[in-house]
């Protein structure tokens, strides 16, 4: 009987270290975490962006968690140190943020359109808003339509809201003339709108403003995984993989 207990006894110290033995890796998995607008984390880009880093990071070794912030907030969270960098940012995005280093692969190029509701309205670049009397208006936070739209548009005939949703609804409502936004943020929120209560049949697309490589910072401290994750999306777009998520995606908003 002393015998019995013993073998029993052994054996399920045997199960208790192959079961810890096991999940270890799981359980000690570091975890890389990404700041980006909410307004782009939940469009296509977002989904999209998603579904690229779950995989590169997968492949080095860590669990990728992607979080929403207001737009102006997540510059703050990155500086602070609170999450291990930012998605979705323009090649020059760090030249004045020496805490940050750019992953040099990008992942997908975005396209800035201006989008109007009154007819006749177009525009070919940024340049082409330089002197205009159209009332303009962006995504406050945006540091890139910051930058160009400061520079062309008047000072009295330039605004920026807190969300897309916000500034499509104006522009329907005949507050401004032009909202300067992303294709498919801007596409999917004017989808989702109420047609009774914004009568959206006549908002179109009255130029592209600019198409930009969007890449991923990190905080210095993890320059190492920056050089290794450049490598880790060559790899993947030579795998055709990139693209693949991308079909993926569109197949699936038909259905």
Do not use: C
Request: proline residues 3%.
């Amino acid at each position: 009987m002393y015998k019995f207990k013993s073998v029993l006894l052994l054996t399920l110290v045997m199960l208790f270290i192959s079961a810890h033995a096991f999940s270890g890796p799981a359980d000690n998995q570091q975890t890389i975490t990404l700041g980006g607008s909410h307004n782009l984390k939940n469009s296509f880009y977002g989904r999209w962006s998603h579904l690229i880093y779950s995989e590169a990071f997968k492949r080095l070794g860590y669990k990728f968690v992607y979080k929403g912030y207001p737009t102006a907030r997540v510059g703050v969270e990155s500086k602070k140190g609170t999450i291990d960098g930012e998605i979705n940012r323009v090649a020059s995005y760090a030249e004045q943020r020496a805490y940050l280093i750019r992953v040099k692969e990008s992942h997908f190029a975005t396209k800035n359109l201006a989008f109007a509701n009154t007819p006749g309205i177009k525009v070919d670049n940024w340049q082409s808003l330089y002197n205009t009397n159209y009332k303009v208006e962006y995504r406050r936070g945006s540091k890139l339509y910051e930058k160009y739209l400061t520079k062309f548009v008047s000072a009295k005939n330039l605004s920026s809201i807190s969300s897309s949703e916000q500034g499509l609804k104006r522009l329907i409502l005949g507050r401004i003339d032009i909202f300067v936004e992303l294709d498919h943020p801007a596409r999917e929120i004017l989808k989702a709108l109420d047609p009774l209560l914004y009568p959206k049949e006549h908002v179109y697309q009255a130029g592209v403003l600019g198409s930009y490589p969007s890449y991923v910072y990190l905080r210095t401290r993890h320059k190492k995984l920056a050089w290794q994750l450049t490598a880790t999306l060559k790899k993947m777009k030579q795998e055709g993989l990139i693209e693949q998520y991308k079909n993926g995606l569109i197949n699936k908003s038909d259905h």
